[in-house]
């Protein structure tokens, strides 16, 4: 309403206390200007106001509720998709085959399954440089992520 010029607009549009009717199911409505933030003071007060405190849902040491595998199949669906096209990341299956702590040393053994031998190709990629950058980005993130040392084996086959 800033670029209206029209006072019986801008009336219609100030903010709202005795147009509450109209707004059945709420205590409070607030107008907010998208272009100039006014009104977002008011919200912002009534936000703190209306919080009451209570315990934490998870202890402050919960990263996530995920479990580990299912992190790392999410870390490498994602690698999939930076480096492979179009339909190629949605058909691989992944299964863990390895999973094992030894020495402060994570080692995972992951199979992908594709289902057909021309798409194995592709996942390889010329000289196996695109599952070598996958393996390596995925170990990379999980290193940081599980603060340990990965040692990680995408074995990419044909699913039977």
């Given at each position: 309403y800033e670029s209206c010029d029209n006072t019986s607009v801008k009336k219609k549009y100030s903010p709202i206390h005795s147009v509450s009717s109209c707004w059945n199911g709420f205590s409070n409505v607030f107008m907010?200007?998208?272009l100039t933030g006014d009104g977002l003071d008011a919200l912002k007060d009534y936000l703190v106001s209306s919080c009451q405190p209570s315990p934490w849902e998870y202890n402050v040491d919960h990263i996530t509720?995920?479990?580990?595998?299912?992190i790392v199949e999410n870390?490498?669906?994602e690698k999939l998709f930076c480096y492979l096209d179009k339909e190629i990341p949605y058909i691989i299956q992944q299964t863990t085959s390895l999973w094992e702590l030894n020495n402060g040393i994570l080692s995972i053994l992951i199979n992908l399954d594709c289902k057909k031998s021309s798409q194995v190709s592709i996942v390889i990629g010329?000289?196996?440089k695109t599952i070598q950058a996958i393996t390596s980005d995925v170990k990379a993130d999980l290193e940081s992520i599980l603060q340990c040392?990965?040692?990680l084996t995408l074995n990419v086959r044909t699913h039977k």
């Open positions: 907010i200007s998208a509720d995920q479990s580990p595998e299912t870390i490498i669906r010329p000289g196996g040392s990965v040692d």
